[in-house]
Antibody, heavy 120, light 110 residues
């Protein structure tokens, strides 16, 4: 059974940091591109970051460049997102997403999300 | 302001056909697959299909997609109450080096 389980969300003050984790099972993690997608309360979906299956390339939405870092540990089948210098506008549910090989960035597998609330 | 443009809402009565448009540009829809997602309120999004002939298992045949140039569309034939959800289009964008989403379309079954 395909599973993505996010953790690490919570309430943090502006300027603070969090590290999100996504433990996966049920698919060949090391061959999938992996993404983080977020959704602010009552808003649409926003892509945040992407890491290639072999960890050789990472991409970010402009608003998080220099503050967020995506990484993965293929031996642990786990995806991470380090969030630094958090802003109120980073408040959102953060989804871990799996992108199968040669799928054209089809986000085929979604986790249930973890909430990040940036508030003073 | 989203890079991909979708209408904010669409509606129909049970059995009707509803179409959702997604307009982009040459750096995204013009070059890459357009992926469609369904999100029922309170749940995580779900992949429906894309114009690379990939389709999630269990997606009813009444859902179909098409694309031409820098635009794409998702059609729901024979609308049913369980189709009430938000629908998003997305594609890779070569100019931004990013995945871009449409703003989402809320489909209401009247």
């Amino acid at each position: 059974q395909l599973q993505l389980e996010e953790s690490g969300g919570g309430v943090v003050q502006p300027g603070g940091s969090l590290r999100l984790s996504c433990l996966t099972s049920g698919f060949t993690f090391h061959s999938y591109g992996m993404h983080w997608v977020r959704q602010a309360p009552g808003k649409g979906l926003e892509w945040v970051a992407f890491i290639w299956a072999d960890e050789s390339h990472m991409y970010y939405v402009d608003s998080v460049k220099g503050r967020f870092t995506i990484s993965r540990d293929n031996s642990k089948k786990t995806l991470y997102l380090q969030l630094n210098n958090l802003r109120v506008e980073d408040t959102a549910v953060y989804y871990c997403v799996g992108d199968p090989p040669q799928s054209g960035y089809a986000f085929a597998i979604w986790g249930q999300g973890t909430m990040v609330n940036v508030s003073s | 302001q989203s890079v991909l443009t979708q209408p904010p809402s669409a509606s129909g009565t049970p059995g009707q056909r509803v179409t959702i448009s997604c307009s982009g540009g040459t750096s995204n829809i013009g070059r890459h697959a357009v992926n469609w997602y369904q999100q029922v309120p309170g749940t995580a999004p779900k992949f429906l299909m894309n114009n690379n002939n990939q389709r999630s298992s269990g997606v009813p045949d009444r859902f179909s997609d098409s694309s031409s140039g820098t635009s794409a569309s998702l059609a729901i034939n024979g609308l049913q109450s369980e189709d009430e959800a938000h629908y998003y289009c997305a594609a890779w964008d070569d100019r931004l080096n990013a995945v871009v989403f449409g703003g989402g379309t809320k489909v209401t079954v009247l």
